[in-house]
C-alpha cells in the first residue's frame, strides 16, 4: 500500500502526462517491491514557479535567465 | 503540539465540511493523547482527480467508469 | 481515498494509542466525508522532540522547562 | 541537497516575499550545515484560510473575530 | 527538477531495492517531462507498520491475518 | 501559525544545530511575513542517505565516489 507523492512545477503539464506519471510509479512499485497497485496512491502536486526555490532563485527567475 | 495533514480529492468539499474535519481531528487528538488544540494544526489539501491515481489510473477516469 | 498523516512527538505513545488514531480518523472520514474505509490510509510519524521547534525552541527544552 | 517546504496561509503573500523566504532559508542551510544551495529546493505552499485548522477552528473564523 | 516521495512500509526493503526506485522513479520524469535528472530528488520514507493504518486497522494487524 | 518542514540527509547533525535550524527559520517567518512564533512549527526530518536519491543515485553511492 505505498503513497508517492510527486512534486513537479506548474508548466503546462497534460493530463495524458500526468496518466503516465500514475501508471508508471505505480508499475515500478509492483515490479520492484510486488506492492498491491490496487492500493497503491499517487499523487500529483502542481507547484508554482514563484513559489519553487533552488539555488537561492524562484524558478521563475531561472526560467527567464535561459 | 500535533500537525495533521488531510488529502481528499476535490469534489465538492463545503466549509461546514472541512470545519467538522478539524473539529474531529483535534478532539481526537485531546481524547486519545491528551494534546493541547490551541498548537494543534489540521491541514486540508484538496486534490484534482486528474492528479490523484489509484491502481493505475486517475480518480477522473474511476468516477467515469462507475 | 483520502490520505491522512499525523505527525506527534515521540513520547511513548503506544500501539493501542496509535490504532485509537487510525480507527478514529477512518470514522471521521466516513462520517464527514462518506469516504470508503477501505481505501483510507492514516500514517502516524512520530517525531523526536529535539527535530520539533515551537516558538524559537526544541520541545526537548520546553518539556524540561514545564 | 536539503528539501524544505513552508506553509503558510494563502493571505496576498507578494513574490518579493516569497522570494525573500527562498534565499533567507536556503542561506540559513548554508551557514548551518554547509549546505550546497544549488542543490538547495525550497517549496512555499499557500493554504486557503478554510482549510487551515487551529485550536479546533478555521483560520477564516479566527480571522473575523480578531 | 521534481521532487518525489515515496512512503511504503518498513518491511525489509533492500538497499538494492532503494536504488532501483529511485533510478525506476528518476528515468520516468526524464521519460515522460524531460526533467534533468541531476536535479530531481526521490526520498524514501519506511514506515513502521504499527503507524500505518487502513480499513480502520494498523497494517501489522493485517499481515497477521494474513 | 506557519508549518516548516526541512529534510536532510542523517548525517551527524548535532543538537545544536538543529535548534540553529528552528530559531533561524522562526526568525525569517517573523521578519518577512511578521508571523506569530508562537505558533510556528519546524519540523525536521533527518533522512538515511541509501533513502535519499540525486541523479539517478543514492546520496551514499555520492559520498563515496567524492
Chains 1, 2, 3, 4, 5, 6 share one sequence.
Not at 33 to 59: H, R, S
Amino acid at each position: 500500500m505505498p503513497y508517492v507523492n510527486i512534486k513537479i512545477t506548474d508548466e503546462n503539464v497534460t493530463k495524458e502526462q500526468k496518466q503516465a506519471l500514475i501508471a508508471g510509479t505505480t508499475q515500478l512499485l509492483v515490479d520492484v517491491l510486488n506492492k498491491n497497485p490496487a492500493t497503491t496512491f499517487v499523487l500529483i502536486d502542481e507547484v508554482n514557479t514563484d513559489n519553487w526555490g533552488i539555488g537561492y532563485d524562484q524558478v521563475t527567475a531561472l526560467r527567464k535567465n535561459k
